[in-house]
T-cell receptor, first 113, second 111 residues
Framework: KQEVTQIPAALSVPEGENLVLNCSFT??????LQWFRQDPGKGLTSLLL?????REQTSGRLNASLDKSSGRSTLYIAASQPGDSATYLC????????????FGKGTKLSVKP | NAGVTQTPKFRVLKTGQSMTLLCAQD?????MYWYRQDPGMGLRLIHYSVGEGTTAKGEVPDGYNVSRLKKQNFLLGLESAAPSQTSVYFC??????????FGPGTRLTVL
């Protein structure tokens, strides 16, 4: 059974730091991997989607990498800002076109001014 | 566009009561999903639908039923609510699968 683990569970950094969030998965037979952001009391917002054939995706200050063979993904956030404070969730896609996702438990990020 | 909306936002039930959660999307998406989010458990898929009139079980379907009578709506029903169903419920939709758009969630408490 596919399991998705995110380390650390919580992270507090000063504003301006570059940081890395980690995600690992047990079964390398995935279709894609996504990183989501969740603000308190809100739904999820998709940040980056990496297809299984890709190695990385970038959007602004965010860069996500995927290494299927080792079962790992990282989300790199450059020059962190207090507005980046949220919970970041990693999810792996399986089951073909249905888009079914298995989520990690998330990393709660706090960026201090 | 409103995106994905969920009704109601909050609800308190007593054990044994029934209720229906409504999810609506105005993006003409084929796929719709219901998840629950519990502390320490992450999001887990309850049921999903790949098109109008179709439904399928996800990871944790027991105690829930769903219906997709219209393409834009996906209903989640609890026939006899239990305290273990206290959770935050999220609906999502997607056009072709991978990239899902989430609603704001429904916080359900079962006493």
């Amino acid at each position: 059974k596919q399991e998705v683990t995110q380390i650390p569970a919580a992270l507090s950094v000063p504003e301006g730091e570059n940081l890395v969030l980690n995600c690992s998965f047990t079964d390398s037979a995935i279709y894609n991997l996504q990183w989501f952001r969740q603000d308190p009391g809100k739904g999820l917002t998709s940040l980056l989607l990496i297809q299984s054939s890709q190695r990385e995706q970038t959007s602004g200050r965010l860069n996500a990498s995927l290494d299927k063979s080792s079962g790992r993904s990282t989300l790199y956030i450059a020059a962190s800002q207090p507005g980046d404070s949220a919970t970041y969730l990693c999810a792996v896609g399986y089951g073909g076109s249905q888009g079914n996702l298995i989520f990690g438990k998330g990393t709660k990020l706090s960026v201090k001014p | 566009n409103a995106g994905v909306t969920q009704t109601p936002k909050f609800r308190v039930l007593k054990t044994g009561q029934s209720m229906t959660l409504l999810c609506a999307q105005d993006m003409n998406h084929e796929y719709m999903y219901w998840y629950r989010q519990d502390p320490g458990m992450g999001l887990r898929l309850i049921h999903y639908s790949v098109g109008e009139g179709t439904t399928a079980k996800g990871e944790v379907p027991d105690g829930y039923n769903v219906s997709r009578l219209k393409k834009q709506n996906f209903l989640l029903g609890l026939e006899s609510a239990a305290p273990s169903q206290t959770s935050v419920y999220f609906c999502a939709s997607s056009y072709s699968g991978p990239q899902q758009f989430f609603g704001p969630g429904t916080r359900l408490t079962v006493l």
